[in-house]
């Protein structure tokens, strides 16, 4: 089976295994979710094995992973109707497809340039923020603790940051300088989601917030890491934090 093929396959059997899940009983629903993305996982490995090199199960891997497991609690919040369902059936067998080409680019990219990359480094950071803006939209709905709140945002966002900062270079391992800033900007992160675990705000525009941020920090680091972090590109990202901020202003109730 060629490669393409395996992608499409493992698209299809994916989007099954997410209509299942949300044929399993509540009680159990956040279980079958795991096993969804147990499931992903083995099934973008099937996918991608030609080139996959050891260190990649954990830099290349965990992003399908994190995107089904995304979609499917985001799957709870949507109404039961048979159209919606299969407008996101589509939508995610679609995008799972993307990721195993996004995926397979990094992959062969390693140590060469192909044209592609740029592509891929785009769709990259898009379904990056998508299933940070999913994830962190679900945290909130669960009205946690303001603790749980910080653990999980800093549970899901560390993987995130990493894979994305890991894709820049495409070293052939994950280097101690992406650890630490990884790990500093999910420290920024979980700050971030604790206070506002204390404001009166909508669930989705916290989740916005916080997919604002990630964008603001991952393109900072991102041309860090290229060596292209040029005064003209801190004053853009200024501005944007800055436009973020006033949005933010105006959301906040004032009552």
């Not at 391992?173 to 989601?193: G, M, N, P, R, Y």
């Not at 916005?208 to 900072?220: D, E, K, P, Q, S």
């Amino acid at each position: 089976m060629r490669r393409r093929e395996r992608f499409v396959v493992a698209s299809i059997l994916l989007s099954i295994g997410l209509f299942i899940v949300q044929l399993v009983d509540l009680d159990y629903r956040v279980w079958a979710v795991v096993g969804l993305g147990f499931v992903s996982y083995f099934l973008s490995a099937w996918a991608l094995l030609e080139d996959l090199q050891p260190f990649e199960w954990f830099t290349v891997l965990p992003f399908p992973v994190m995107y089904a497991i995304s979609v499917g609690f985001f799957y709870f919040l949507l109404p039961t109707n048979i159209v919606t369902r299969l407008m996101v059936l589509t939508i995610f067998g679609v995008g799972m497809y993307a990721l195993f080409l996004t995926a397979n680019i990094f992959s062969v990219a390693k140590g060469k340039s192909i044209q592609l990359i740029h592509a891929a480094h785009a769709i990259g950071l898009l379904f990056t923020l998508f299933t940070s803006l999913l994830l962190t939209n679900t945290v909130f709905s669960l009205h946690l603790p303001f603790y749980m709140n910080g653990l999980m945002v800093g549970a899901i966002h560390f993987p995130l940051i990493m894979m994305s900062l890991w894709s820049v270079n495409l070293e052939q391992k994950v280097t101690k300088e992406i650890l630490s800033l990884s790990s500093l900007f999910t420290l920024i992160l979980v700050e971030l989601a604790i206070v506002l675990s204390f404001y009166p705000i909508s669930v989705w525009n916290l989740a916005l917030l916080m997919m604002a941020v990630l964008y603001i920090g991952l393109g900072i680091l991102q041309n860090y890491l290229r060596g292209i972090l040029f005064s003209n590109a801190i004053r853009e990202y200024s501005l944007v934090a800055g436009l973020v901020g006033a949005i933010f202003l105006m959301l906040f109730p004032l009552k």
